[in-house]
Nanobody
Framework: QLQLVESGGGLVQPGGSLRLSCAASGFTLEHYAIGWFRQVPGKEREGVSCISSSGGTTTYADSVKGRFTISRDNPKNTVYLQMNSLKPEDTAVYYC????????????????????WGQGTQVTVSS
């Protein structure tokens, strides 16, 4: 069974930070671009960030640029999302995904590229 497992979510005050982790089970991540997505009730899942298989390219949604940083540690089979200066509007369930995209990040975050989804981790930003 191919799985991605997210961790690191929780409750944080506005302006605070969280570091999310995405660990693979049953396969290796080194050949995949990895995306982070988020979703709130009643809305479509939206792309947040992407990192290419090599780590050489990263992309961010406009709403998180300058605040979030994606990185990967292929020997650990793990991808991270460092989230700083968090805002209430960042509240969502965050999902990582392995992308069937030839190891590359597209300019958009296409759900059709997702090969494997994680189960999600809740991030709540509230005072």
């Amino acid at each position: 069974q191919l799985q991605l497992v997210e961790s690191g979510g929780g409750l944080v005050q506005p302006g605070g930070s969280l570091r999310l982790s995405c660990a693979a089970s049953g396969f290796t991540l080194e050949h995949y671009a990895i995306g982070w997505f988020r979703q709130v009730p009643g809305k479509e899942r939206e792309g947040v960030s992407c990192i290419s298989s090599s780590g050489g390219t990263t992309t961010y949604a406009d709403s998180v640029k300058g605040r979030f940083t994606i990185s990967r540690d292929n020997p650990k089979n793990t991808v991270y999302l460092q989230m700083n200066s968090l805002k209430p509007e960042d509240t969502a369930v965050y999902y990582c995904a392995a992308l069937d995209s030839w190891g590359m990040c597209s300019g958009s975050y296409r759900l059709r590229d997702v090969a494997v989804w994680g189960q999600g981790t809740q991030v709540t930003v509230s005072s």
